[in-house]
């Protein structure tokens, strides 16, 4: 049973933080919904070594501790992504820090890397071990760190083996001089770094992604898919939260600090993928997020590049109703276009 359209007019009425806790609550004590169906074969997609019975998962910073990755999974998400973590535990930023903004169907937040550290996420990912399920660990550096690519590196190294897949994530805005990493210098050599930190001799590698930010500049992006494509990096996720403001006209909550996500980000974003996708030549799995909301958000994401797909603010206003939504009209706009399969539609809407 789906208990969110009970809950919902109380949620909205309550601080975002504290009804996003109720919610990790209730998705713990088994309250969640439960998709009965599989999904339609059309949407199914196999990228570095893992099959996707469909494209759509949960972004970073929904379940930053992962306290209910078979929650998410079991509602029908097609994988889902737990952290940002950081080595050591870290309160974040002083509350009020994540901010609804009904009318653009947005959020601020500005939490600064608030979770509980590399062990107490270790011990959750080591109970659910014998369980399926796509499930990538997004990693991130200490605020007060001295060597916050040694903080990569040693994400790496706790979870290597527990991961489906990592995300590298550089591009928070709420970490002073974090994105900094995205710079070409400093990028390679914590690519490098991060790489080479992954075990040897397994059978399989744990794939790499990196997450970058909505508010690069068209020389920033091409030095990203030169290192992406020169060290062989998995995939690349586009995009965080952006610390522009266009498009939103003043209203409650528009003047507060911290990135911004929801419906104004979709534009913007889906620049920016269709960009990477161009300057990779499409030889690199991309996962589009930034404003997904409905089927034809997913649609045009999936057509201007994006193999993979995450949300999370349209989650706040619509519920996870929301996920078998986007799902079936995506597969339904896969079949009005003659596709038979996801990947054919990657990359539709861009000239290569
Ligand atoms: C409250 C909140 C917390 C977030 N925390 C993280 C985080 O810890 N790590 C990360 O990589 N992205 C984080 N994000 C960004 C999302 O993963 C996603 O990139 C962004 O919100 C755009 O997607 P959306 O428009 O569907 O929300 C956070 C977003 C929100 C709204």
Redesign the pocket.
Known sequence: MDLYPLARPFMSLID?ETA?RLTIRALRMGLGPRQKQPDPVSLAIDLFGLHFENPLGI????D?NGEVPDAILAMGMGFA?V??VTPRPQAGNPRPR?FRLPLHR??I?R?G?N?EGHEALKKRLIARRSRRGIVGV?I?ANKDSADRIADYEAGIRAFDGLASYF?V?I??PNTPGLRALQNKEELETLIVRVLAARHTGTARMTPVLL?IAPDLGAEELADIADVALRLGLDGI?V???TIVREGLVSGVNADETG?L???P??AM?TRVLADIYRLTQGRIPLVG?????SGDDAYGKIRAGASLL???????YDGPALVGRIKADLAAQLAADGFANLKDAVGADVKL
């Open positions: 975002p996003h972004a970073a910073g929904f930053k992504e952290g940002t994540v947005a959020v937040n939490l890397f979770n997004n991130g995300t994530n591009s928070s997450k996720i995009s965080n939260t990135g996500s929801g419906a980000l979709f974003s997020v930034g404003g997904i909301s995450q949300l999370y603010s349209a989650l706040t």
